[in-house]
Structures are given as structure tokens and as C-alpha cells.
């Protein structure tokens, strides 16, 4: 089975800190991804990585960075955390299927995440 | 502005009738279709995605396309108060490699 593994489950910030979000998958998939879930808002779309090195913005990125320097691992960072940050965090990947765009996610559990 | 609309719900139903799940979506274009289930609490999973027009069935799972309407549905037969969940319905809506376009999604609740 897919592993997508997000280092906490819950995580308590204060205004201002550097928070860094982890995610690790184990079935070596090139596709990975960060959203964010808010009650009435769904799931939107952070910021996303077809490849090492490579990272590309997603809906929401304002106030958020990411680093993928291992295939396997792709980290959210908040550069300056704001209480709007205060959220569901989810973590997902997907193989490549080539010739095509389908992409089918597999999710890590998630990290809420409270800033006060 | 690519967007997947679903009805929030919640979509009550009694056990054991079937339920409708409905999705539209913006971009005549879109070449694949997701639905996911998410329990509260719980991040989303996989249950069923189609590609061509017309029907897939999966157990108790039919998925339906119809990208003249942009329309994509999923019906649950036999509805269990273990389907209780919400159901994230998703496009892809390019022919490049890009990312899935979510719905907000539907809350189902079956009452036993």
C-alpha cells in the first residue's frame, strides 16, 4: 500500500514563528502535493511538484514556501505563521501515468494546524 | 475561472436506497473524473474515477459521464450508514499535466 506520512497530526504555533510541515510518501511517486481544508472552502491547492527541485504555485500560495530536495519528502513552510493559517493540512501524491494527465492521489492523514 | 460544483448537502437517505451524488464542471475540455470519499476527521481516499462517457460500475459504486452536459454523478446503491462520509468530486481539466480541480463537496448522511 501507498504511505504518504505527515510528520504530526497536531501542531500548536505561535504568531510569527517558522513553521515547517513535512510529508514523506514511500511508493516513489514523481507527483506531490499541499492543500489546505477549511469547513465551507474544500480542499484547495497550495503549492505542487512534478519532479525533484521543481515546485509550482498552486490557488493559495501567499505566505507559504515549499522545498523538495528528495524525491520522497516534500515540505510546506510558513515562512511567518498568521492565525489565517490556522488549518487542516493535507499532504498528497500520485504517480506519473505517462501520455496521460490522470492523476490519482493518495492522501498522507493530515496536520492541523493552530496559530495563536 | 475552472471550477467543479457540487451541492453541499447534506443529502440525507434512508438504508438500503440509492444515493445521487451530482457534479458539474466548467471546462468542456476536462479529460478525467475523480470522486473521493472523506470521513470526518479522516483525509480523502480514492473510490472511483471515469474516463469515457457512460457508465462504471465498481460493487456498489456506479459512476456516470456525460461531457456533452459536463455532468458526472456517482450513485451508491444499497446505501449503508457506513457510507456516511463526503464525497469530493474532482476533474482534471487540461491536457497538460496539471492539477485536480476539487468540488467542496457533498455530505451524505444514510440513516438506518
Known amino acids: 500500500d501507498v504511505k504518504v506520512t505527515q510528520s504530526s497530526r497536531y501542531l500548536v504555533k505561535r504568531t510569527g514563528e517558522k513553521v515547517f510541515l513535512e510529508c514523506v510518501q514511500d511508493?516513489?511517486?514523481?507527483?506531490m502535493f499541499w492543500y489546505r481544508q477549511d469547513p465551507g472552502l474544500g480542499l484547495r491547492l497550495i503549492y505542487f511538484?512534478?519532479?525533484?527541485?521543481?515546485?509550482e504555485k498552486g490557488d493559495i500560495p501567499e505566505g507559504y514556501s515549499v522545498s523538495r530536495e528528495k524525491k520522497e519528502r516534500f515540505s510546506l513552510i510558513l515562512e511567518s505563521a498568521s492565525t489565517n493559517q490556522t488549518s487542516m493540512y493535507l499532504c498528497?501524491?500520485?504517480?506519473?501515468?505517462?501520455?496521460?494527465?490522470?492523476?490519482?492521489?493518495?492522501f498522507g492523514s493530515g496536520t492541523q494546524l493552530s496559530v495563536l | 475561472q475552472k471550477e467543479v460544483e457540487q451541492n453541499s448537502g447534506p443529502l440525507s437517505v434512508p438504508e438500503g436506497a440509492i444515493a445521487s451524488l451530482n457534479c458539474t464542471y466548467s471546462?468542456?475540455?476536462?479529460?478525467?473524473f475523480f470522486w473521493y470519499r472523506q470521513y470526518s476527521g479522516k483525509s480523502p481516499e480514492l473510490i472511483m474515477f471515469?474516463?469515457?462517457?457512460g457508465d462504471k460500475e465498481d460493487g456498489r459504486f456506479t459512476a456516470q459521464l456525460n461531457k456533452a452536459s459536463q455532468y458526472v454523478s456517482l450513485l451508491i446503491r444499497d446505501s449503508q450508514p457506513s457510507d456516511s462520509a463526503t464525497y469530493l468530486c474532482?476533474?482534471?481539466?487540461?491536457?497538460?499535466?496539471?492539477?485536480?480541480?476539487f468540488g467542496k463537496g457533498t455530505r451524505l448522511s444514510v440513516i438506518a
Open positions: 511508493m516513489d511517486h514523481e507527483n
Open positions: 474532482a476533474v482534471n481539466m487540461n491536457s497538460g499535466n496539471t492539477p485536480l480541480v
Open positions: 498528497a501524491s500520485s504517480p506519473p501515468i505517462p501520455g496521460t494527465t490522470n492523476e490519482k492521489l493518495f
Open positions: 511538484s512534478y519532479d525533484v527541485k521543481m515546485k
Open positions: 471515469i474516463y469515457s462517457n
Open positions: 471546462d468542456r475540455g476536462s479529460q478525467s
